[in-house]
């Protein structure tokens, strides 16, 4: 067999009756550091091939698979492919493409910057799922605030019965569009904007994968809740990010229920639980951005086995208090504010029945995530107050102030 390089491909052809990986696995290393947006090994030339020289394959799959190479495998001639399907592993792993062309193209949507080039700037990552649009227009005000780039992230979903680096043409260009229609949506906002794509046999795995590696500043998604309709997958999408990745999160449910109550108040709410403190700073950016009010909520809990208006002053206190330093945070960014307590027996229906009253735009809910680790029947309340609130729901999970790592 011989091996000849021109460019980003490496052309093989004459006979493959031995094991060659050796000898093109030098030329695959030196030309992927020439060409670190991937490389096409072009196969067209090969005339003939036996069991042997088919392991060559094999071995290439392997090296591709455990160093998630960016190297394609086109023009495979049908006879040659024929053999190596008789290799178990070899074809099943090897990505294929039936054009020089389509290999560099699915390259090209792969190509990106190396996850520890991303490492090294803050940014608020934005994955493209669910309800994106909305996503990119929550997470503008927050990039400026914190002076961040804004990372758009296209998880590209494989068949587990297909290898990761495999061509999908109409996967990939529907990844090319989505990316340029989000990055046009951003055109005008004057942030630095950069488009990554990552291959993943699920969308939360490729998410929170691209986030324990590169760890930006927020991950900041969002679902439409018909999208958590079942509860579990609300659950799910919680715990992957926050339990298996080191960034805070920020997760918005969007759209509100079918009403004919009229439209959404322009007021944020906060209600005084968990990490309100993040709470308020973070709907402060947003009320400045959308010179919007921001309401404060103070839950006060009254026994079953009491009144609802019966005196309860060491609570009324602490509401007070509570409240109090809630609007510090608010004042000092010259936004509008309003208090509000709300008598109820449990804290959640509390705040949906206030938000269902005074229909607020967005309602903020926010912990620490220590404190979630253990409060798994929490979720249950956090889902049902996501899918009954008149409004975008967020969901934001900070590390704890006194963590190490901040």
């Not at 088919?54 to 591709?64: H, K, V």
């Not at 803050?122 to 994106?132: C, E, F, K, S, T």
């Amino acid at each position: 067999m011989i091996i000849h390089v021109r460019g980003d491909v490496i052309e093989l052809s004459g006979s493959l009756r031995e094991n060659y990986w050796p000898a093109l696995k030098s030329a695959v290393s030196l030309q992927l550091k020439r060409y670190p947006n991937g490389i096409v090994i072009d196969g067209h030339g090969l005339t003939d091939i036996d069991e042997t020289g088919a392991r060559t394959f094999l071995e290439a799959s392997d090296y591709i698979e455990a160093q998630r190479a960016r190297v394609v495998v086109a023009r495979l001639p049908e006879h040659i492919l024929e053999q190596i399907r008789q290799i178990p592993g070899a074809r099943s792993q090897l990505p294929l493409a039936a054009t020089v062309e389509e290999a560099r193209e699915s390259l090209a949507v792969g190509a990106g910057e190396a996850a520890i080039e991303i490492h090294r700037r803050l940014a608020i990552l934005v994955p493209l799922v669910g309800d994106w649009a909305k996503a990119l227009e929550y997470a503008v005000p927050q990039a400026r605030a914190r002076r961040t780039e804004i990372h758009l992230l296209y998880v590209l979903e494989v068949p587990r019965a297909l290898p990761l680096g495999v061509p999908l043409p109409d996967k990939e260009r529907q990844a090319r569009e989505t990316l340029a229609e989000a990055e046009r949506r951003l055109k005008r906002t004057g942030l630095t904007i950069r488009k990554l794509t990552v291959r993943s046999r699920t969308s939360i795995e490729g998410i929170t994968k691209f986030v324990s590696e590169t760890e930006p500043e927020l991950l900041l998604a969002a679902y439409p809740k018909s999208h958590f309709e079942r509860g579990h997958e609300l659950y799910s999408v919680i715990s992957a990010f926050f339990q298996e990745t080191k960034s805070d999160v920020a997760i918005f449910c969007t759209g509100a229920p079918e009403s004919g109550e009229g439209p959404c108040q322009p007021a944020l709410l906060v209600p005084m639980i968990g990490a309100w403190e993040e709470a308020v700073e973070f709907a402060a950016t947003q009320a400045a951005a959308e010179k919007a009010e921001i309401h404060l909520l103070y839950v006060l809990q009254v026994p079953r086995t009491q009144p609802l208006d019966v005196a309860l002053p060491d609570e009324e206190q602490n509401a007070q208090a509570t409240l109090s330093g809630a609007e510090k945070i608010v004042r000092r960014h010259g936004l509008t504010v309003r208090r509000h307590i709300q008598r109820s027996r449990t804290l959640f229906d509390g705040i949906a029945k206030f938000a269902v009253r005074t229909k607020p735009k967005l309602l903020l809910l926010s912990y620490f995530r220590e404190d979630m680790i253990d409060e798994n029947s929490r979720y249950g309340e956090i889902i049902t107050l996501c899918n009954e609130a008149p409004c975008d729901v967020a969901l934001i999970f900070t590390r704890h102030l006194s963590s190490p790592a901040d």
